[in-house]
């Protein structure tokens, strides 16, 4: 398995339970999330359904500097941006095995209003819309079964 690196990106949206400042996201209050737009702080960042989030150039250099390959867990518009920032990188396309399901598992989480669940489901069949941009789609139905593809994709990439 190649050596990975997960960035951990900067988000304006507000910690979920559970989640934890510099582990799930650095969480940034919209003043900072500008100023460090101003800055040239990001590698890329975009508004994705109502929050800016984006990927920071000292998490990449960190990574990169330890010798990791790079997985960023970012949207469409981001990952578009990087594939034409940087050619070489590979979009991995996950997906749900239909909306239904997605649904299912986004009301399961407990995280959203009927607002913000109807905003991420248009938003999903948009992004689902442009998947064809990407290198590889992926299945995401069965947790262990796609984690196993997801391993088997990054080691074909490795050899070549
Ligand atoms: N294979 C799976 N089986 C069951 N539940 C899953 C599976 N994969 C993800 N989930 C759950 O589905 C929910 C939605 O996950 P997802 O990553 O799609 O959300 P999201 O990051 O909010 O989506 P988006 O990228 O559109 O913002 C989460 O609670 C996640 O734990
Ligand atoms: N362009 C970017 N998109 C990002 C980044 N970090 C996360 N994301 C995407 O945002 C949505 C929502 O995430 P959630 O944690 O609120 O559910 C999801 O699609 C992420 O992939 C980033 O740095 N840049």
Redesign the pocket.
């Known amino acids: 398995m190649p050596n990975l690196g997960l960035t951990v990106s900067a988000t304006t949206r507000a910690p979920r339970a559970g989640e934890v400042d510099g582990v799930n996201y650095h969480f940034l209050s919209e003043d900072e999330f500008s100023r460090r737009i101003a800055n040239g702080d990001f590698v890329e960042w975009a508004q994705?359904?109502d929050h800016r989030y984006g990927t920071l150039v000292q998490e990449v250099e960190q990574k990169l500097s330890s010798g990791s390959s790079l997985i960023l867990?970012i949207?469409v518009q981001g990952a578009l941006n990087v594939k034409e920032r940087f050619p070489d990188s590979i979009l991995i396309f996950?997906e749900?095995p239909s909306m239904e399901?997605?649904e299912q598992?986004?009301v399961?989480?407990g995280?959203?209003t009927e607002e913000s669940l109807r905003l991420?489901l248009a938003?999903?069949r948009h992004?689902m819309s442009l998947a064809d941009r990407y290198d590889v789609r992926l299945v995401?139905?069965?947790?262990d079964a796609?984690t196993d593809e997801l391993s088997r994709v990054l080691r074909e990439y490795e050899r070549n």
């Open positions: 994705v359904h867990e949207d996950i749900p399901v997605l598992r986004l399961g989480r995280s959203e991420r938003n999903a992004e995401n139905d069965d947790l796609a």
